[in-house]
């Protein structure tokens, strides 16, 4: 079965520091898709990355960069000097798709404070 | 270009009443799916539904609950006789096709069960 931790509850930091946000996760696919989503404190959720398994290319886009390495199954997400408005609890999500239908496996969550 | 949509964004219900949730896709996007967020957890799949079929219910209790995607209108998650444990935020997310593409989650309906 597919799984994935994150395995830092929650991280709190102060303004204007960098600040990197763990996600491992465990599939036997060899073609599989990773996601990040943020859940800020109005609750709602919004599509931050999606990734193919295929490509291992770092991404950044902004202040936010990505991290996959298939080797330690990880798919890390960095946050370069932090703002308040980063305050959210994160996602990360593994795609799973049986008989045609994708199913999103998340973690926890990490609950990220930005302090001013 | 709206996004997906749900309503109503806040429930409370009674034990033993019945709850309906509503999700209208995005435009253009034919595939519904359904999760769940209990307090302090992460998202749990329940159902996947395109227009007029159920395609993956594995996620669903087996009793009290129901889903739809009707030819017509949103797509429907019916909890009847609810109970206190049922009290969570239910996501609705589209895609416009299958496995590939990007799902695009609603607001949430917040569901409370006094």
């Known amino acids: 079965a597919q799984k994935v931790t994150q395995a830092q509850t929650e991280i709190s930091v102060v303004e204007k520091e960098d600040v990197t946000l763990d996600c491992v996760y465990e599939t036997r696919d060899t073609t599989y898709y990773l996601f990040w989503y943020k859940q800020p404190p109005s609750g709602e959720l919004v599509f931050l990355i999606r990734r193919n398994s295929f490509d291992e290319q770092n991404e950044i886009s902004g202040r936010y960069s990505w991290n996959f390495q298939k080797s330690t199954s990880s798919f890390n997400f960095t946050i370069t000097a932090s703002q308040v408005v980063d305050s959210a609890v994160y996602f990360c999500a593994l795609s799973e798709v049986i008989q045609g239908a994708q199913k999103l496996v998340f973690g926890q969550g990490t609950r990220l404070t930005i302090n001013p | 270009n709206a996004g997906v949509m749900q309503n109503p964004r806040h429930l409370v219900r009674r034990r033993g009443q019945e709850a309906r949730l509503r999700c209208s896709p995005m435009k253009g996007h034919s595939h519904v799916y359904w999760y769940r967020q209990l307090p302090e957890e992460g998202l749990k799949f329940m159902v996947y539904l395109q227009k007029e079929n159920i395609i993956d219910e594995s996620g669903m209790p087996k009793e009290r609950f129901s889903a739809e995607f009707p030819k017509e209108g949103p797509s429907i998650l019916r909890i009847q006789q609810v109970v206190r444990g049922d009290s969570a935020a239910y996501f609705c997310?589209?895609?416009?096709?299958?496995?590939?593409?990007?799902?695009?989650f609603g607001p949430g309906t917040r569901l409370l069960v006094l």
């Open positions: 997310a589209s895609s416009p096709r299958l496995a590939e593409e990007t799902q695009y």
